[in-house]
T-cell receptor, first 115, second 117 residues
Framework: KAGVTQTPRYLIKTRGQQVTLSCSPI?????VSWYQQTPGQGLQFLFE???????NKGNFPGRFSGRQFSNSRSEMNVSTLELGDSALYLC??????????????FGEGSRLTVL | GNSVTQMEGPVTLSEEAFLTINCTYT??????LFWYVQYPGEGLQLLLK?????DKGSNKGFEATYRKETTSFHLEKGSVQVSDSAVYFC????????????????FGKGTLLTVNP
């Protein structure tokens, strides 16, 4: 079956703009998590959505937001972009059952460059 | 809170050499432990996992044993190949004492492995 699909794969924005990234999970997966990957900080958890509700949240400012649709597809939005937001944004899906098994399926990521 | 510390890279080995990547963790509950691998240009994929103390996870010749007494989960492979060149991430999942409401994966910073022919 198809894997996790993220779009766009690459994008360039300027400071102050906003960006929306999209993620389509594996069919049947109801949980979508987002991570930011940078060389300095590694992988940092942004948030998790399950059945259209945010179930878990990391320590990022309110400029970072997300949502999930009824078909489990998810989007994340970053407003008022800063240079430090340049990163690879990874989406991961899972069945979403509790307790969480920790077995996530990752997309290839969206690489954001902020100039 | 939870944290994962893994050895700094990069690690460069010759083909057929023995690999160890160290990983230690701090957790408030009883975590499950994982190794994920990221090949160049790809997303992360699960390599192996262990869910309780003394469990050994294994896959593709890689092994790691859950050591509660030393809070460690070191990754080993007896004979690496060029195709093993990738970034390896140690990770844990734990509810952080929240009673099941706050599960999330916590990752180490990753170790870049380069295997030369």
């Amino acid at each position: 079956k198809a894997g996790v699909t993220q779009t766009p794969r690459y994008l360039i924005k300027t400071r102050g703009q906003q960006v929306t990234l999209s993620c389509s999970p594996i069919s049947g997966h109801r949980s979508v998590s987002w991570y930011q990957q940078t060389p300095g900080q590694g992988l940092q958890f942004l948030f998790e959505y399950f059945s259209e509700t945010q179930r878990n949240k990391g320590n990022f400012p309110g400029r970072f937001s997300g949502r999930q649709f009824s078909n489990s597809r998810s989007e994340m939005n970053v407003s008022t972009l800063e240079l430090g937001d340049s990163a690879l944004y990874l989406c991961a899906s899972s069945l979403g059952d509790r307790p969480n098994t920790g077995e996530l399926f990752f997309g290839e990521g969206s690489r954001l460059t902020v100039l | 809170g939870n944290s994962v510390t893994q050895m700094e890279g990069p690690v460069t080995l010759s083909e057929e050499a023995f690999l160890t990547i160290n990983c230690t963790y701090t957790a408030t509950g009883y975590p499950s432990l994982f190794w994920y691998v990221q090949y160049p240009g790809e997303g992360l994929q699960l390599l192996l996992k262990a869910t309780k103390a003394d469990d050994k996870g294994s896959n593709k010749g890689f092994e790691a044993t859950y050591r509660k007494e030393t809070t460690s989960f070191h990754l080993e492979k007896g004979s690496v190949q060029v195709s093993d060149s990738a970034v390896y991430f140690c990770a844990l999942i734990d509810d952080g004492g929240s009673g099941g409401s706050n599960y999330k994966l916590t990752f180490g910073k990753g170790t870049l492995l380069t295997v030369n022919p």
